[in-house]
Structure formats: C-alpha cells, structure tokens
C-alpha cells in the first residue's frame, strides 16, 4: 500500500509540475497525454473508454490524465490499447 501511494503521489507531482496549464490536453489530446504519461511511468496501461471517446492511463490500479486522478463511470468498458492493436487506434480514433 505505500509503494502505491508513493507511485500515485509521484504521477500526481509529475502531472502538476510539467503541465500546469492544461492546453486542452483533455479536448483533444488525451490519448497522447496517456502516452506521455505510458513513458514516464511505464508498467501502466493505455485505455480507452468507448462511450465518452476518451483516453486514461491506468497505473498501479489508479487512472490518470492531464487533470490528475480521475474516476471513470465505465470501467467495465475500459479496453487496453496496445502496441498490437496501436494502429487501429490512429485509425478509428485519433
């Protein structure tokens, strides 16, 4: 349980330190914020919830974006994206 925390504390510093202001990461961008987020932090999980059309990573059993932690409502819909299936994903979402 501390390592997690630790982990999130260390997610949440890193969000809040190099993007201040959000630049509409979370309009547009959020699949990539996910990826930028994948190489700081990586063992996560990129994933996308298919009824709001949005990106989160998941990390350490937590979810996270440009805002910081956040709490999906569809997490049962949640699918990985993964290098395999990578190319679907610039095709049909980005």
Known sequence: MIREDKSREEV???INKRFKTKAHWNITNCYYFSVI???RFPGGTICYLPR???FAYRYMGR???AEGEVFPHEV???MDITLENKELVDKYFL
């Open 12 to 14: 949440l510093a890193f």
């Open 63 to 65: 979810y996270y974006d």
């Open 52 to 54: 709001t059309g949005y």
């Open 76 to 78: 049962m819909t949640i």
């Open 37 to 39: 987020l994948q190489n």
